[in-house]
């Protein structure tokens, strides 16, 4: 368990430069695009859905929030428990928890 730090660690590092890199590229794309009129009302729609972070944030909070009660869970358990693949199950299954909540938000959102 103590070779697993480091290398999530860095596996997490690696994960947030991509995004970082990737969210500036579609950027610079985009600006580009706009620039040189390569632009019409289609281009403009498609840019629209993409950059709708409004419910991005919703999904990512429930994420985030029922992944820290998946870890609140499992310091509940005695230690014993801890060194069995049962603590990683809950924090799985309550990372999905979180990711069916914002699918059934959304879908009852789409159908008002």
Same mark, same amino acid.
């Given at each position: 368990?103590?070779?697993?730090?480091?290398?999530?660690?860095? +596996?997490? @590092? %690696?994960?947030?430069?991509?995004?970082? /890199? &990737? !969210? =500036?590229?579609?950027?610079? *794309?985009?600006?580009?695009?706009?620039?040189?009129?390569?632009?019409?009302?289609?281009?403009?729609?498609?840019?629209?859905?993409?950059?709708?972070?409004?419910?991005?944030?919703?999904?990512?909070?429930? +994420?985030? @929030? %029922?992944?820290?009660?998946?870890?609140? /869970? &499992? !310091? =509940?358990?005695?230690?014993? *428990?801890?060194?069995?693949?049962?603590?990683?199950?809950?924090?799985?299954?309550?990372?999905?928890?979180?990711?069916?909540?914002?699918?059934?938000?959304?879908?009852?959102?789409?159908?008002?």
């Amino acid at each position: 368990m103590e070779q697993l730090g480091p290398f999530v660690v860095g +596996i997490t @590092f %690696f994960i947030c430069i991509a995004v970082v /890199i &990737i !969210s =500036l590229s579609n950027n610079r *794309l985009k600006k580009k695009m706009i620039e040189m009129g390569h632009v019409d009302e289609n281009a403009i729609k498609l840019f629209g859905k993409s950059m709708n972070y409004q419910f991005n944030s919703l999904k990512w909070g429930l +994420i985030l @929030f %029922f992944g820290g009660l998946g870890l609140i /869970i &499992i !310091s =509940l358990f005695p230690d014993h *428990l801890h060194d069995t693949p049962m603590p990683f199950g809950i924090e799985i299954i309550m990372i999905s928890l979180g990711f069916l909540t914002y699918y059934f938000l959304m879908r009852n959102k789409k159908e008002i």
